[in-house]
């Protein structure tokens, strides 16, 4: 696969089991967005560094944002990445002679602790993460950004905060792209974070497109090693069609499709998957007749196949055609489950105790509010039920989670991690959610390209 850490992700996503999720991963280099709703969304072409691939994959956005991106100020704008600092040197704060990336603006403000992260920087790797360098390197920064800029001066904090906002922006985009670009509303979603830095940058995306829950698993910092764990085998198979879709030509798909389906289905036994383990799915390749955007429909051979298509080109594009239907090609997906998933627990009716003390309190910085006093949880001594409320920092062995003011994280009885956003703050977000859609609805509809 050419997206595995994004792809095995997506496999742990189903762990969180909402109807509708965004899949967030946010690691060193580059932001992957997924959507999963009960099924895999699948492209069947794609072009990935200029080199267009014929090949199914899932469907899985990525921009060059990461932890590990650079900040640049450049013409009056601050400006994230694509350029990358890498492992080596990595961020200024890796203490190797780095350069300044998203993980130094985090540091900076507050946001990940240097006494949490073990000793392993530094030219010899047995020095802890370096604050310091950090701060002197936002410092000559700002210093040059407030003698370019001839806008007020900015303190080092606002800068970083300025560098986290790009960044934020930037991966809302091929969120955005996965949502409203094909008809749906990101707003409906759950937000389900994972990557070494998504815990980090959940809060501000899910408000920025006015999400009301994120979901961070107990294993988000390495759900994609889960997800290899859970990944499925899939055999697929295709064959071109190139016929108008017709009642009459129903009959002889079906039989083509059921030769493909045995086929792909006998190559998973030969590989030890149990009848009880395989599942199939059929779908047609349908486009309007003069046009040249084909769209993969399931078809469950009891179902009317134009309808389906009719339904899903309406969604995306805004408009049908009154023009015949033709088939280019059948395709059938064979999957073998290869692991069950966990069953969900369930929180008992005992009293939930009161929150522990907090490790430490620390100084972090929020957009509008400035430097604000927050306490740091461990997250293996919380307990199921227990609820926290925004700033709080929750911190276990592979990630760290920030919880902004306006949010409310709740322990789940699987010791992961649900936030929801507090109700002032929710009918904010619904105002200015209810704003940008009236504004895109004026917009011109994106029309398919015909004939």
């Known amino acids: 696969d050419l997206s595995n850490g994004a792809s095995n992700g997506r496999q742990g996503n189903q762990v969180t089991r909402p109807l509708q999720i965004i899949g967030f991963d946010m690691g060193g280099t580059s932001t992957d967005v997924s959507r999963y709703a009960g099924s895999y969304e699948h492209v069947f072409e794609s072009t990935t560094a200029g080199v267009t691939i014929q090949a199914p994959q899932l469907d899985i956005n990525t921009v060059a944002a990461g932890g590990g991106s650079r900040l640049f100020y450049r013409n009056g704008l601050f400006v994230v990445g694509p350029e990358s600092c890498r492992a080596h040197p990595g961020p200024v704060c890796y203490k190797k002679a780095g350069h300044l990336a998203i993980t130094d603006a985090n540091l900076q403000l507050g946001r990940i602790l240097p006494e949490m992260f073990p000793k392993i920087f530094g030219p010899k790797e047995n020095e ?24 007020p001066s900015k303190s080092i904090d606002e800068v970083a905060m300025g560098f986290i906002r790009v960044a934020n922006e930037t991966m809302c985009r091929p969120i955005r792209a996965l949502t409203q670009m094909k008809g749906y509303d990101a707003a409906a979603h759950v937000l389900a974070c994972f990557g070494g830095a998504g815990g980090q940058h959940a809060c501000a995306i899910a408000t920025a497109l006015g999400m009301k829950t994120i979901f961070v698993h107990r294993y988000a910092g390495i759900l994609s090693a889960v997800g290899i764990h859970l990944a499925d085998i899939v055999q697929e198979a295709q064959e071109p069609a190139a016929a108008e879709l017709e009642q009459q030509q129903l009959s002889g798909l079906r039989g083509r499709l059921d030769g493909l389906a045995a086929a792909a289905v006998d190559s998973l036994r030969q590989q030890g998957f149990k009848d009880q383990q395989i599942s199939t799915e059929r779908f047609l390749n349908l486009r309007y007749a003069g046009t040249d955007v084909a769209v993969m429909t399931p078809w469950n051979t009891d179902s009317d196949p134009a309808a389906a298509f009719a339904a899903v080109y309406q969604r ?51 957009d509008g509010l400035g430097r604000t006093q927050t306490p740091v949880f461990m997250l293996d001594q919380l307990q199921g039920g227990q609820k926290l409320s925004g700033p709080a920092l929750l911190i276990d062995n592979i990630s ?18 649900r936030m929801d956003v507090q109700q002032q703050q929710q009918q904010q977000q619904a105002v200015e959610h209810q704003q940008t859609m009236e504004l895109q609805q004026q917009a011109p509809q994106s029309l398919a390209p015909v004939g």
């Open 128 to 151: 802890p993460l370096d604050a310091a360098g950090t701060n002197a390197a936002f410092a000559s920064l700002t210093s040059d950004i407030n003698e370019q800029s001839g806008q």
């Open 316 to 366: 995306e594009f805004g408009f049908v055609l009154n023009r015949p239907v033709v088939v280019d090609d059948i395709r059938i997906r064979a999957t073998g489950r290869a692991a069950d998933l966990p069953e969900v627990a369930v929180l008992s009716d005992q009293v939930i105790p009161a929150l522990p003390e907090p490790a430490l309190v620390t100084s972090t910085y929020f």
């Open 400 to 417: 760290t989670i920030l919880i902004e003011p306006g949010w409310i994280a709740t322990i789940t009885a699987d010791h992961n991690v």
